[in-house]
């Protein structure tokens, strides 16, 4: 089930967390959607005959580009490649940005799932994230996509921070679960290298995170989700009984994908690309038809280690017949010796002839991965 990536490389304000690919100056951006339509038709035999069954505009911010520059971009998805029927079309958006011009626009070119950046719908937290919005900005772009025809909206939401408090985190829960929404990605947050809540933390301006505090939000979001009728079918991912993201589905299925725009990566079954992470070096070489990305040809133990990494994290668990299929007998008498240490310590279950995580397990799901991957 393919699927088209677009990364609009843009933000309004830089969130002190972040580290995926943006800038806050949009002075080249019409430059860019230029090359990333050029970069549309350049990509057109990547995949062989591919029927699209996910189109998803993920950031940086989408939602900050105009309603115009979005609809070109779908025109030339779709005048070079053939979208299936029902087709998934996502679009990141942040409070801010929601109007219900935009709204109409969206759905009026076929854009049918919504995904919110809220966080938290707490202004002290929105403030030590540097966000751009507030809460009551949250609360009118909730209302305006409720009452709107997209029928499919996600809200993202950040917990494992030092101020929120266990109960702040369950009323932010609480607080999403109102609005009735068909999706909620609940995110720990990781402080990544060179971003400014690393160099806070380590110059002593902000507290550092208490693994403790992720894991007991971690189960309130299960458990809370679960009970108001959302399924937990990836770590961070809940949703409505058929809400599931197709988009994200397929990357875990490790289905094929064109990835387009600065820093996008593509993935068809051997061999991953990606895309330069720099907007200017990304239009000169699309403009001058020079190369403007890497590749790496995908051994078979990436391709097994991936399918670990990826579907372990899934509610579908690991399919221990097709996983046995690709292995050689020693890597699968390694794998099922690690496994029977992890299924003892209590990390991981059985369940159909699928491998799980257990709830336990699933605060590890990294490190696990790597105990099973083969060398
Ligand atoms: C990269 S953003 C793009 C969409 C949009 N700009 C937004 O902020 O919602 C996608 C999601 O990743 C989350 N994210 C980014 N960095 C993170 C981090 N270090 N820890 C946890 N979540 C993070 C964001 O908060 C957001 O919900
Ligand atoms: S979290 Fe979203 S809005 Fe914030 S900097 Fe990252 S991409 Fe931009």
């Not at 995580?357 to 099973?372: H, P, Q, R, T, Y």
Request: with cysteine; aromatic share 10%; hydrophobic share 35%.
């Amino acid at each position: 089930m393919p699927g088209i990536y677009i990364h609009i490389p843009f933000c309004s304000q830089a969130c002190h967390y972040c580290d995926f690919h943006f800038s806050t100056s949009l002075k080249i951006k019409n430059r860019v959607i230029s090359c990333i339509n050029k970069e549309i038709k350049l990509k057109k035999t990547y995949l062989k005959d591919p029927l699209i069954e996910s189109v998803y505009f993920g950031g940086g911010t989408p939602s900050l580009l105009s309603s115009k520059l979005i609809n070109k971009i779908l025109s030339s998805i779709r005048s070079s490649y053939k979208l299936a029927q029902n087709v998934e079309i996502t679009i990141e958006a942040n409070p801010e940005d929601i109007s219900k011009n935009k709204i109409d626009n969206w759905t009026q070119m076929g854009i049918n799932r919504l995904s919110l950046g809220v966080q938290s719908f707490r202004d002290s937290d929105l403030k030590y994230m540097n966000r751009s919005h507030n809460c009551n900005q949250i609360i009118s772009a909730l209302d305006l996509l409720i009452s709107s025809k997209i029928d499919n909206i996600s809200i993202d939401l950040i917990y494992g921070f030092p101020q929120l408090t266990d109960s702040f985190w369950v009323d932010n829960l609480n607080k999403a679960i109102k609005f009735n929404v068909q999706h909620i990605s609940c995110y720990c947050l990781t402080v990544e290298k060179q971003t400014p809540l690393y160099h806070f933390i380590k110059n002593g301006t902000a507290k550092p995170l208490n693994p403790q505090q992720g894991a007991s939000q971690f189960l309130n979001s299960k458990e809370i989700l679960k009970n108001n009728g959302y399924i937990h079918y990836e770590i961070s991912n809940f949703s409505k009984p058929g809400f599931e993201s197709v988009h994200n589905r397929n990357y875990w299925n490790r289905s094929h994908y064109i990835g387009i725009g600065p820093s996008a990566h593509s993935y068809n079954g051997t061999s991953r690309q990606w895309n330069l992470s720099n907007n200017t070096k990304y239009c000169e070489s699309i403009e001058n038809n020079r190369s403007y990305y890497n590749v790496e040809i995908l051994s078979k133990k990436n391709i097994i280690n991936e399918y670990i990494l990826t579907n372990i994290r899934t509610s579908n668990g690991i399919d221990l017949k097709s996983l046995s299929s690709y292995m050689n007998n020693d890597e699968y008498k390694r794998f099922k010796n690690k496994m029977s240490e992890l299924m003892q310590s209590d990390f991981l279950t059985i369940h159909k002839d699928k491998l799980l995580l257990s709830e336990k397990g699933m605060l590890f799901a990294d490190s696990i991965s790597e105990d099973l991957f083969i060398i």
